[in-house]
Structure formats: C-alpha cells, structure tokens
C-alpha cells in the first residue's frame, strides 16, 4: 500500500539542524504517533512537511494526491465573535459527517464561551471530521481533562480504511493507547 506520507532519514531544523535523522511512514488507515519530551524535534518535524522548518538531509514524501487537516498545538479561538460549534464545523468543511454524541452538547454553544478542553476537542473534531486524507493532530490532549481525553480516544478508535492520522504528542499513555506505530524521538 502506498503511504500517504514518509518521512526517509529527515535531519529538519531551523538555522541549523535540530532532529534526526528520523524515517517513517503513515499509511492510510494508520494511526501513527511521534512521541516525545519539549524539545525533541515534534514540531520541527510538522514543520518539515508544512514548509515551516527546513530540511538539511533526507525526503519527506507526499502521496501525489492529498489533502490534509491540521489541528494545531494551540488552536486560535476567535474571542468575541458569536461562532457556534454547528458553524465551525461548517467553515471545516467537518459538518458533512456526524459528530460524535459527545460534542451535542457544544454545538450551539459559542466558541468563545467554552472551556479550553471542550474547545480542544472540537478543534479535534473539526480535523477529523473533514474529508481529508492526512488528519494531523499536534498536541490533542492539551487543556484536556482525563474523561475529555477519553472521549478523544474513543473518537480515533473509530478508524476510517482510507484515512491516515499523525500525532505529535509527548504524552505516552495516550500515544500507546491510539497510535498503531509510534516513533520515538529522543530528549
């Protein structure tokens, strides 16, 4: 099967290099995790693929065709602008699809009246739920409680064949808990 993303012994940084060199692959319907510590190289690598830090040595390759969702580390919430979960959704493109029961609940709210957690995992679900191939995830769990963070497990349980998903985590029992493959970056 061809990946829909790869990774061949990238060495990224920024004036110079900070990590690797480091080789994996996302196919479709994998989960796969770069697992570690503040400092490691997570975001440098995301960084690798979004053009946002450059690449000294190896490849990242592209499956000729994809489309990508991002959910960022920190998500931009736009204060004081009467959005709904319903319209976030929408302006995703993830509203073509059901959400999960969970999120009922925040979906007439406003955006900026919801916790940071409930508002992280609607900016999960707004990744998830488009139609892209590639759902990368940087940091999901932040500003989560633990039965958020549950949910959110649930959530990428329920796999899709044609998908792949990359996270960027240092949290190891949630990387061990979702991801199929998990790379580990060192401290």
């Not at 991002?70 to 302006?91: D, F, K, N, S, V």
């Not at 979906?107 to 998830?128: H, I, M, N, T, Y």
């Not at 932040?142 to 990428?156: D, F, G, H, K, R």
Request: glycine share 10%.
């Amino acid at each position: 099967m061809t990946p829909l993303l790869a990774y061949r012994n990238v060495v990224a940084g920024y004036a110079q290099p900070v990590v690797g060199p480091v080789s994996f692959e996302v196919k479709p319907g994998e989960i796969v995790a770069l697992r570690g510590p503040n400092g490691s190289g997570k975001s440098t690598l995301l960084g690798a693929l979004t053009g946002a830090s450059r690449v000294f040595s190896g490849q990242v390759e592209r499956r000729a065709v994809l489309t990508v969702s991002l959910q960022r580390q920190i998500p931009a919430r736009p204060e004081g602008i009467p959005l709904t979960g319903h319209e976030l959704l929408r302006l995703t493109g993830a509203h073509h699809k059901e959400p999960p029961s969970l999120l009922a609940p925040l979906l007439a709210l406003r955006v900026d009246k919801l916790s940071g957690g409930q508002f992280q995992l609607l900016e999960v679900w707004a990744c998830l739920g488009g139609d892209a191939d590639l759902h990368i995830l940087d940091e999901p769990t932040n500003n989560m409680a633990p039965s958020t963070i549950e949910s959110l497990v649930s959530i990428l349980h329920d796999k899709r064949k044609d998908r792949g998903v990359l996270i960027i985590s240092h949290e190891r029992a949630f990387v061990t808990e979702v991801a199929d493959r998990v790379v580990e970056l060192p401290g």
